[in-house]
């Protein structure tokens, strides 16, 4: 059983920064995958980022390439979601999921765990 909790969002101006952090419960946090999601009003929830249970390899979609980074501190256990030049469309609760496994996955039905979510608003 992993146990998720995130932290760091809030209210931002357009084009400011944010770092979500996102801890995790147990020692096996480094037999996880760890993702990033997001979901806003009336909207699927889409991947952000999704990083290897090591950290050497990530993802990032398209539409937040160049702006968000995802890293993890394993010694921490730890993930956290970079989020640079924010728009007011990545306004969403962002949620960090855990899937068994070495590699990292963009499907999020491939998680297992899933923290409550943190609350992300971008102002114009």
């Known amino acids: 059983q992993v146990q998720l909790v995130e932290s760091g969002g809030g209210l931002v101006q357009a084009g400011g920064s944010l770092r979500l952090s996102c801890a995790a419960s147990?020692?096996?946090?480094?037999?996880?995958?760890m993702g990033w999601f997001r979901q806003a009003p009336g909207k699927e929830r889409e991947i952000v980022a999704a990083?290897?249970?090591?950290?050497?390899?990530?993802y990032v979609p398209d539409s937040v390439k160049g702006r968000f980074t995802i890293s993890r501190d394993n010694a921490k256990n730890t993930v956290y979601l970079q989020m640079n030049s924010l728009k007011p469309e990545d306004t969403a609760v962002y949620y960090c999921?855990?899937?068994?496994?070495?590699?990292?996955?963009?499907?999020?039905?491939?998680?297992?765990?899933w923290g409550q979510g943190t609350q992300v608003t971008v102002s114009s």
């Open positions: 990083i290897s249970a090591s950290g050497a390899s990530r």
């Open positions: 147990g020692r096996t946090f480094s037999r996880y995958a």
């Open positions: 999921a855990a899937a068994r496994g070495r590699f990292y996955t963009s499907n999020l039905y491939d998680y297992d765990y």
